[in-house]
């Protein structure tokens, strides 16, 4: 059987069994709330967040629990206490479905996260040139 190409977050959310579905949409809604701003699209099949064209977050479903990426080493460290609990590899934080969703955590983690992303180090300004002698 062919995998399914999702075309919105709300087709992905719908797809998942019902135990997955109202976890999701508690990540979903904690995302929103955090970067409001940001453009909801689907990309690498799952439920992703950008902000001026820089990926913020996706997530995902699976068997007993969803996945938040791209958790970078700064994001790790700087939640490393109330990530303690969740198993991370590889920039992937997993989440247990048996688990209630920790919302404010996650909300947290996506303001984190979208300053992360738009951080655009500034070329140094340039010098003005000088006037050639005369």
């Known amino acids: ?11 992905y959310i719908q797809a998942q069994p019902p135990a997955a579905r109202a976890a999701l949409d508690r990540v979903r809604s904690a995302i929103r709330r955090a970067v409001p701003e940001a453009d ?23 068997k007993t629990h969803y996945s938040l990426y791209a958790a970078s080493e700064s994001l790790v460290e700087k939640f490393k206490t109330e990530l303690r609990p969740y198993p991370i590899d590889k920039g992937t934080i997993r989440f ?39």
């Not at 099949?45 to 064209?53: A, E, L, Q, W």
């Open 40 to 62: 909801e699209l689907i990309s690498y099949n799952m439920p992703t967040y950008k902000i001026h064209g820089d990926a913020v977050l996706h997530f995902a479903a699976w």
């Open 96 to 134: 247990p479905l048996s688990e209630p969703v920790p919302e404010s955590l996650i909300e947290r983690i996506a303001k984190f996260r979208a300053t992360e992303a738009s951080y655009q180090p500034t070329a140094s300004p340039s010098l003005p040139k000088s006037e050639p002698a005369l």
């Open 1 to 11: 059987m062919a995998k399914m190409q999702f075309q919105s977050v709300d087709e």
